[in-house]
């Protein structure tokens, strides 16, 4: 096993990791501004 | 309890960093894998969150059939989600790991098989919940999510013995591990842990937040219907006799 | 008791007769069982010994495929003209009607799959070389657990959208234990490689836990609005 | 109305559909031996709670009480007509009503053939329910509601797409099972068919219930 090669799978592992937190966390934020829309249109 | 949020951030986020410094310099080297071993630090915290988080799923999903409690319902959706994307993190580190120290992407073992359908249940469950129009969807889910959960350990036995009769390449499974390391994952899983949490608590707000909104929605419908209604009241009936 | 027994089989009775005027069901699925059997053959034309180890997967998943088709039209005759409802607020327990649709499906896969195997078998020339009687248990414990979970998610798509494409994605992820037994176990007795008992034992272990669990919660399913 | 002849209460009935609410909060009582007409617009809630009293549809929140019993337990007492027939168009209509018999646990075929003669058919029919003109398949959906012979009688629309005749011929059908002591509730549109027939008129709107009149035409002194 070559260390000096291996280290890229940990950084592909490290960045995938906080990608897919990142992802679904946006995707929260994205729902939530769009609920915050659909409530303003609601007193008109 | 408002005030509690901006504080667990603050602690998660400083966890998260504390742990990824301990993960990356402070963790002994392993002998045989070298660095790409420091992948266990993120992989089995995310597989041991996961699997509490689909716990609790069950948990609520049961107290929700016995008692009809809308906030069972509402952690057992938030945990399935959570959990789903936490089981997506295991399964993409998993082959980025086994890549370099097995030389193959994927393997069916027990522990990875085992995982992919727990996966595929919590999707399908996810799928349920999006599709279905009924108002009772949540004891449709819950029901589901307690097939699931029967199905987990046959899912486990099935595998199990497949594997007794098929070789399998040999996983660094078993043995000791080192104490310093084993402190790191503690603290890794802690830190994990707490940030599940944290996301969990926020995924929950929005749907409250959510079934605030639409409580509001059906209502106002309701009474944009209602309003037209008042003027034609004696009419529509007699409108609509047959001649 | 008796009348849980009696109303199974007036049902059961009621379905078949339906079937038995309209047979929209039991032709499509014929001819879509005799589809997927020809294709599969086309797809995959290894030597006989090879066909042996990949046979068990092969027959199984065309079963799959199959019974899926059966079970999507389970319900839907008690959703023409919603005769459902009339059934929701009789006194007749839940459990009759699920019995009687399980019943029912059990008896139409197993048809097609007793005119299916034949036929894989002539395609593939094959012959097993373990203990051939245990295939029955395999095939009637493997239905069953098709049978038993498929027409309780195809009750549960029935409030979903796009009601079809639902039954797959719920039984699936769900049946995957039982399939692998399937599969393994028929494999095992074709080749004559090992003993399929744990296979066997597996399969019953899984048909005895969901069918308590269907019985347990159809009720819920059905009264759902 | 006094307190005690009320047989069936309703209260604070609530009935909430994903993003649109059905009932909004219906709260009251009906006597039993009347003969009850729902009238409202699309949407104003009137299916909804006809299927809430039959058991249907699970209240979000409130509570039925039917001989202070709720709907499922109740349900020998509660026959319950549909828009759609509630028939197997495949089969004959003493097929049919023998099959529902079944579901209810009596003997079969002398009160399945009497309950088809009550609304005007002929038992010996053997055409399958899917081949009968719509007057017909609405009178054996009556039959099929009264086959078990229930005390109170949910009617959804049972007048739609009917000839006048009929329509005239099934509401005095109505009328001589009230006098025979059934609690009758009709929802529908043509309301003017039922004027003098009826004892009650209820009146929907937006999820809830906003009068109560003996006449079709309200009149201050002729206030239920």
Known sequence: MNPAGSIKFLYAAYIATWLIHGLYIGSLIRRYSRLRERKKDLGK | MKRAFPILAAVTALLLAYAFYEAIWVAPMERTMGDVQRIFYYHVPSAWTAFLLFFVNLIASVIYLVRRNAKADAVALVTGEVGVVFCTVVLVTGPIWARPVWGIWWTWDIRLTTTLVLWLIYVSYLVLRRFS??????????????????????????????????????????????????????????????????????????????????????????????????????????????? | MSSLRSITLATLTKDVRLEWRSKDAINSMLFFSLLVVVIFSFSFDPNAEESRQIAGGLIWVAFLFAAVVALNQTWARELRNQVLDAYRVSPA?????????????????????????????????????????????????????LVVNGTFFAAMSLRTRSREIMLPLLLFPISIPAVQSMVEATRIILTGDGAARFWIVLLLTYDVVFTTACLALFETILQAE | MTESAATIRVTNLIKQFGRFAAL???????????????????????????????????????????????????CREIGYMAH??????????????????????????????????????????????????????Q?????????????????????????????????????????AGKTIFVVTHQAALLEGAADEFIWMQAGQIVDRTRHLVPDPAGRA
């Open chain 2, 133 to 243: 129009e009924s108002s009772q969807t949540p004891k449709l889910a819950a029901v589901l999510a307690i097939f699931g959960a029967l199905d987990v350990p046959l899912v486990y036995f099935s595998i199990w013995f497949f594997r007794t009769q098929h070789p399998q390449p040999v996983i660094g499974g078993g043995g000791s591990i080192d104490p310093r390391m084993l402190h790191v994952l503690l603290l890794n899983w802690l830190a994990f842990s707490c940030f599940a949490l944290l996301v969990s608590w926020a995924r929950y707000r929005l749907e409250m937040f959510k079934r605030e909104v639409e409580e509001a929605e059906a209502l106002e419908s309701l009474l944009v219907a209602g309003s037209g209604a008042q003027i034609s009241k004696t009419q529509i009936p007699l409108s609509r006799e047959p001649q």
């Open chain 3, 93 to 145: 327990p839940a459990n009759a009607l699920f019995m009687a649709k399980v019943l029912g499906n059990f008896i139409l896969v197993s048809l097609l799959e007793g005119l299916m195997a034949p036929l894989f078998m002539i395609f593939y020339n094959l012959r097993a070389l373990g203990p051939a009687w245990q295939l029955i248990p395999v095939a009637l414990l493997g239905t069953w657990a």
């Open chain 4, 24 to 74: 909004r909060g219906v709260t009251a009582e009906f006597d039993s031996g009347r003969f009850h007409v729902i009238l409202g617009d699309n949407g104003a809630g009137k299916t909804t709670l006809l299927r809430a009293l039959a058991g249907l549809a699970d209240p979000t929140r409130g509570e039925i009480s039917i001989f202070d019993k709720n709907p499922h337990e109740a």
């Open chain 4, 84 to 137: 759609p027939s509630l028939l197997y168009d495949e089969m004959s209509g003493m097929e049919n009503l023998r099959y529902f018999a079944r579901l209810y646990d009596i003997a079969g075929d002398a009160r399945s053939s009497e309950a088809i003669r009550s609304v005007g058919l002929d038992p010996e029919l053997s055409r399958p329910v899917g081949k009968y003109s719509q007057g017909m398949r």
């Open chain 4, 139 to 179: 009178r054996m959906s009556l039959a099929r509601a009264i086959l078990h012979d229930p005390k109170i009688l949910l009617l959804d629309e049972p007048f739609s797409n009917v000839d006048v005749h009929s329509a005239q011929e099934m509401v005095g059908l109505l009328k001589q099972m009230r006098d």
